[in-house]
C-alpha cells in the first residue's frame, strides 16, 4: 500500500483559491490601515525630495528607517521648509503602496520636535532673505525732516492707529496721515497687508507720500505671523518710499523689522520718529535764522572791507593806466617819424626797379624769343627735308638691289620654277616621281603639270 506524501492535502487546498498580487496587497494594506489607524512617529528626516508638489522622504532613527510621503495638499499648510536632519512628529497611517508593494507612512501633518514650526519658517525666511541682500545696511533709506503725508499700513479700528495720529498731532499739528487699511492678524493677514502695501507704494507719487508706516500692537509670535510673510517682505523691499516697520512691543522682531528702513519699537514711536517737534523746529529755525544774520552782518562787512581795497587797487589802476597812455602817445608819434622814413626808404627802391623792369620789359624779351624761335623751326625743317631726301635716295638703291637679287625676276625673261605640292622648288631630277604633279610657276601665273614618264637619272 502506498504511502501518502506528507503535506500534499494541505497544498492541494491552498492552490484550490489562490489570490493575485494587487488582491494580497490590498489586503495587507486594509488590515494594517484597520489595526494602526493614525499614528504619531518621531524621527529624522533623510533623502528629502520634493516632486510637483508631493514631498517624499525617509523617516529614521538609530537602528530602523520608515518611506514616508507628504501630499502637495497637506503640505500646503506647512509654514517651513522640510530638510534632511531635521527632528520631525510626523501625524499619518501606515499603509502600503499596492503598485510595488511598499511599506510607508503616509503623513497627514509635520511638525518640528522640540521647536515650532512657525520659528523654523521664520529662520528659514529671514536667512534667505538675508542672502539675498534685503537686509543690508546700503539699502537703508533716511527719512525726510519734513514728511509731506504719511501712510500708514494698519486696520483702521484698532488702538494703533488713535496711538498713531495723537503722538503725530502733539508733535506736529500740520500732520497728514493716510491709512491704507489691512487685516492684521489671522489666516489673510498677509495677503492683506502685502495689498496695502503694493497699493501704497503704487499710489505714493500721485497721493504724495513721504514715509510708509507698517503698524501692529503686540500679541504672540502667532499672532505677528502675517508680517514675517515673504510676500509682505519684499513689497516692503519694493516701495518707492522710506519704510517704518512698529510691529509688536520692543522685543518682537519679525521679518518686516528687517526689510524696513527703519524698525521702530512700538507704533507710538513710530510716529515720534516720523513726525519731528513743532516747538523744536521753531527754535532750530529760530537758531538758523540768528545764525544766518550774524553770518550775513558779518559777510557783510568782509564785502565792505573787500569793497575798499578793491577801489584802492583801482585808483592805482588808474593811475598806472594814465602813465600807460602817456607812453602810447610818445610811441605812436616815433612809430610815425619811423613809418615816415621807412616809407621814403622803399619808395626810393621801388622807383629803381621800376626803371630796371622797363628795362627788361616782358614784350621785347618775347618778341627776342619768337624770332630765335623761327630761325630754329627754319632751320630745323631744312635739316628734315635734306635728312629725308637722302634717306628716299638710300631706300631706292636698296630696291634695286632687292630686285637684282630677287628669284622672281628671272621670271621676267622667260623662265619657270618648279614646284610640287608642298611649295618646295624642284631642283634635282630625283626629287620627282611618275604621276606627281607640280607646279609650274611663270612670270603670269603658275601651270598645272603631271609627270608622265621618269626623267633620266643622270
Given amino acids: 500500500m ?18 493575485s498580487v494587487t488582491q494580497a496587497n490590498q489586503r495587507a494594506r486594509s488590515l494594517l490601515e484597520g489595526q494602526l489607524g493614525v499614528l504619531t512617529v518621531a524621527g529624522e528626516l533623510a533623502n528629502v525630495k520634493c516632486v510637483s508638489g508631493h514631498w517624499y522622504m525617509t523617516l529614521r532613527d538609530a537602528d530602523s528607517q520608515l518611506s514616508t510621503v507628504l501630499f502637495k495638499r497637506e503640505a500646503s499648510v506647512l509654514r517651513f521648509v522640510l530638510k534632511d536632519g531635521m527632528q520631525v512628529l510626523v501625524r499619518g497611517r501606515l499603509t502600503i503602496y499596492s503598485p510595488y508593494g511598499r511599506y510607508q507612512l503616509m503623513a497627514d501633518f509635520i511638525e518640528p520636535q522640540g521647536q ?55 508733535r506736529f499739528p500740520a500732520a497728514d496721515i ?27 507719487v500721485s497721493r504724495g507720500l513721504s514715509v510708509l508706516i507698517v503698524a501692529r500692537g503686540g500679541g504672540s509670535f502667532e499672532d505677528l505671523c502675517g508680517f514675517n510673510d515673504e510676500r509682505v517682505a519684499r513689497a516692503i523691499a519694493a516701495s518707492p518710499i522710506p519704510v517704518v516697520s512698529a510691529v509688536g512691543h520692543e522685543t518682537d522682531f519679525t521679518i518686516a523689522d528687517f526689510v524696513a528702513d527703519v524698525r521702530a519699537p512700538t507704533p507710538s514711536a513710530a510716529a515720534e520718529l516720523v513726525f519731528p517737534v513743532m516747538a523744536d523746529l521753531k527754535s532750530l529755525c529760530q537758531s538758523a535764522m540768528l545764525r544766518a544774520a550774524r553770518g550775513l552782518r558779518r559777510l557783510c562787512s568782509d564785502e565792505r572791507r573787500h569793497l575798499v581795497m578793491q577801489a584802492n587797487r583801482l585808483q592805482v589802476i588808474h593811475r598806472r593806466m594814465k602813465d600807460m597812455q602817456q607812453r602810447l602817445t610818445y610811441a605812436t608819434e616815433r612809430m610815425s617819424m619811423l613809418l615816415a622814413r621807412l ?35 627754319l632751320r630745323m625743317i631744312s635739316a628734315e627735308r635734306a635728312r629725308l631726301k637722302y634717306m628716299r635716295s638710300l631706300l631706292k638703291q636698296d630696291i634695286a638691289r632687292l630686285q637684282s637679287l630677287s628669284p622672281l625676276s628671272v621670271l621676267d625673261r622667260g623662265y619657270a620654277i618648279l614646284l610640287d605640292a608642298e611649295g618646295h622648288a624642284i631642283r634635282s631630277p630625283a626629287e620627282v616621281h611618275v604621276q606627281q604633279t607640280l607646279t609650274g610657276r611663270v612670270r603670269d601665273g603658275d601651270i598645272a603639270l603631271r609627270v608622265d614618264a621618269s626623267p633620266p637619272r643622270a
Fill in 178 to 204: 493716510l491709512v491704507f487699511p489691512a487685516s492684521v492678524q489671522g489666516v489673510g493677514s498677509a495677503p492683506s497687508i502685502a495689498e496695502a502695501i503694493e497699493r501704497a507704494s503704487a499710489e505714493a
Fill in 343 to 377: 616809407w621814403a626808404v622803399h619808395r626810393k627802391r621801388l622807383q629803381t626797379l621800376d626803371a630796371r623792369l622797363a628795362g627788361c620789359h616782358p614784350k621785347t624779351r618775347v618778341a627776342a624769343i619768337r624770332h630765335r624761335f623761327e630761325s630754329c623751326t
Fill in 116 to 170: 515650532g514650526a512657525l520659528q523654523i519658517a521664520f529662520e528659514q525666511l529671514k536667512n534667505k532673505l538675508e542672502a539675498e541682500g534685503l537686509f543690508a545696511a546700503d539699502r537703508k533709506r533716511v527719512l525726510p525732516l519734513l514728511p509731506k503725508r504719511v501712510g500708514v499700513i494698519t486696520s483702521p479700528t484698532g488702538a494703533v492707529i488713535r496711538d498713531i495720529c495723537h503722538v503725530a498731532l502733539r
Fill in 2 to 19: 502506498a504511502q501518502a506524501f506528507p503535506g500534499l492535502r494541505e497544498m492541494r487546498s491552498l492552490s484550490t483559491d489562490p489570490l
